[in-house]
């Protein structure tokens, strides 16, 4: 579902802004070794001692006419050592407007999402991690006008 | 005699620090130049110690102190943040950095949610602090709605809880600072090396 609508938050041209629905399911468990991310049946993640929270996101990439790299994060959530470590959202619509820089989105077959992670110490490091699985989004090829979301 | 005396605490302090003075009048003008000297080189080292830093990170403050609560829970006012700049390091969404508005001097941490990178290499990016509802537009120039390589001071890499608090205090309290400048350089000055 894409809508061609004038961006009021940023530069006064009407960009492409998209909306995306999705599910996330994953399991983020307590684990001696390795850090990975359960997703669609693959892996685990760990929260140790030195973990303070999680900051998970979602980010849609993509390549348009106008730029070679785009990157727009549609959801994000802090997950603190002691949350529930298994997310399962169902019908999510993102928190933030997926505007493009232009107008990439008409008929854009290759949008994927990927949920990373940045890990928050007690102390130390602080490394980006992204998650294995990623789901394709394709954008259909006409502009939806109804003003319905 | 010094020290003993009739009165209150007040003589006596004059005289332990009568003594410290004593001690200074009779070091020679060798010894007080060899604590100079002393003196410069512990700050000359201190200050390669921050241009080396500076070199090997890439970035021209490569340990800022958080100013703000805007990325709370992850970072909280005082924690000290290490950054590095590498030239070729990619800008992407995520990622935390800390960035200088344009005219502005106190940078900015927060993160990258947005990345429009053309095949030249232009970045154009949007940052929003985790803790604030809307994202920076409202804090960057007039009229400017993205950031630029150019403004990145650097990338945060590593972060160590509450140690920068001391800076903060320094500059909320400046008396602190100069009593605290004070007592370092009297100490240095004083302490004999046996």
């Known amino acids: 579902l894409r809508k061609n609508v004038e961006d009021f938050t940023g530069p006064r041209e009407r960009s492409d ?7 996330i399911t994953a399991d983020i468990l307590n684990r001696k070794n390795g850090l990975h991310i359960f997703w669609e049946k693959n892996t685990l993640i760990i929260f140790d001692w030195n973990v303070k929270q999680l900051f998970l996101y979602l980010s849609a990439e993509y390549s ?3 730029n070679a790299l785009n990157q727009v994060v549609l959801w994000d959530k802090i997950m603190l050592r002691g949350d529930n470590p298994r997310l399962s959202l169902k ?7 997926f505007f493009d820089d ?4 008409k008929g854009n077959r290759n949008i994927t999402l990927t949920l990373s992670w940045n890990v928050v110490p007690n102390a130390g490091i602080l490394p980006l991690v992204t ?10 090829d006409t502009y939806e006008t109804t003003k319905s979301y | 005699a010094r020290g003993e005396g009739a009165g209150p605490a007040g003589p006596r302090g004059g005289g332990a620090a009568m003594d410290l003075f ?12 060899y604590q100079v000297l002393n003196f410069a080189m512990i700050v000359s080292s201190a200050l390669m110690i ?12 490569p340990i800022v102190v958080v100013l703000s609560g805007s990325m709370e829970p992850a970072f909280h006012r005082g924690d000290l943040l290490f950054l590095t700049n590498f030239h070729d390091d990619p800008i992407r969404a995520g990622e935390i950095v800390v960035f200088k508005v344009e005219g502005r001097d106190i940078p900015i941490v927060h993160r990258v949610i947005k990345v429009h990178e053309k095949g030249n290499g232009n970045i154009k990016f949007l940052t929003k602090g985790d803790n604030n509802e809307v994202d920076d537009r409202g804090l960057y120039k007039e009229g400017q709605n993205w950031l630029e390589k150019k403004d990145v001071v650097g990338r945060a890499r590593g972060f160590l809880p509450y140690v920068g608090m001391v800076t ?19 100490y240095v000055l004083l302490k004999r090396e046996s």
Request: charged share 20%; hydrophobic share 40%; no cysteine.
């Open chain 2, 50 to 61: 921050w241009k080396g830093l500076i070199v090997v990170t890439g970035s021209e403050s």
């Open chain 1, 131 to 140: 998650g294995s699985g990623h789901v394709s989004v394709p954008f259909p």
């Open chain 1, 64 to 66: 348009t006419k106008n």
């Open chain 2, 168 to 186: 903060i205090i320094m500059n909320d309290y400046p008396k602190f600072k100069y009593a605290l400048l004070a007592v370092m350089g009297a």
């Open chain 1, 102 to 105: 232009g107008n990439g989105l």
């Open chain 1, 91 to 97: 019908d999510m619509k993102s928190k933030y407007f």
């Open chain 2, 22 to 33: 004593g001690d200074l009048r009779r070091m020679n003008k060798r010894q007080l130049y």
């Open chain 1, 17 to 23: 802004l998209g909306f995306v629905t999705f599910d």
